[in-house]
């Protein structure tokens, strides 16, 4: 960031900068580069995809796309004509699903939920959807899961619950996230959800 913008917004950022510990008494922060003190803390830490208890030897390389580094990898192992298999027929596994037959990549959807998108979208509407990315070249494996991923050679075989077998490419995992969990030094009794600290900042 700009430092005049640093300076009219009356902030100053430090990058490279990690949190090591936090004593809540002193209000301080210890850090990378020395002492902070604050007066209210905020910690938005971001978050960790949640992995699925899934088996087989091919469980490993099941990819969350989280980070740069996680799309990097994710593009170095895609090629169009690849064959992928998205776990979550979410928002995040609907936008990969559509981006990717795009991109010319065969892709399959599995998902716990009877029509894509269910906490955000009327059933009929999800429906819609469905079809709409079904018309390009999407296939749907819904009110279902993927208990086991074997690999087999470069390629996976992916088990679902109901026993559908499907071989692909890459098996890319869209079920959510959960928020990043601040180190065992940090004090737990300093960490509230944002609900609270924002009323306690608006008090
Ligand atoms: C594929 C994908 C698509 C998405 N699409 C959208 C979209 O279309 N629209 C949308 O609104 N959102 C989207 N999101 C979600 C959006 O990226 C996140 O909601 C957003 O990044 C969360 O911001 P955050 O600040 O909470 O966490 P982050 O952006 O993860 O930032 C957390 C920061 O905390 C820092 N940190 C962690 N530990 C420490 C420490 N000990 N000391 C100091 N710093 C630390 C990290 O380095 C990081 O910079 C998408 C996410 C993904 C993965």
């Not at 949190?19 to 020395?34: M, N, Y």
């Not at 099941?62 to 996680?70: R, T």
């Not at 494996?141 to 087999?152: C, D, I, S």
């Amino acid at each position: 960031m700009p430092l005049a913008l640093e300076q009219r917004l009356s902030i100053r950022i430090y990058t490279r900068c990690r949190v090591q510990s936090i004593d809540p008494k002193a209000k301080t922060l210890e850090t990378d580069s020395g002492s902070q003190p604050y007066s209210k803390l905020v910690l938005a830490l971001g978050a960790e995809p949640i992995r699925l208890p899934i088996d087989g030897s091919g469980a490993e390389d099941v990819l969350s796309v989280n980070n740069l580094q996680d799309y990097r990898h994710m593009r170095e192992r895609l090629q169009s004509g690849s064959r992928v298999t998205i776990i979550g027929n979410g928002l995040i596994g609907c936008e990969f699903a559509n981006d990717l037959t795009a991109a010319g990549c065969q892709v399959d959807v599995v998902g716990l939920a009877e029509s894509p998108m269910d906490r955000l979208l009327p059933y009929d509407v999800g429906v819609q959807l469905q079809e709409a990315l079904r018309e390009q070249g999407v296939s749907w494996y819904q009110g279902n899961t993927v208990e086991r991923v074997e690999k087999e050679g470069d390629r996976y075989r992916v088990v679902l619950r109901d026993g559908t077998e499907l071989v692909t490419d890459l098996v890319i995992s869209a079920v959510g996230l959960r928020p990043r969990t601040p180190a065992r030094n940090w004090p737990s009794r300093s960490v509230r959800t944002s609900i609270r600290a924002f009323r306690s900042m608006a008090e």
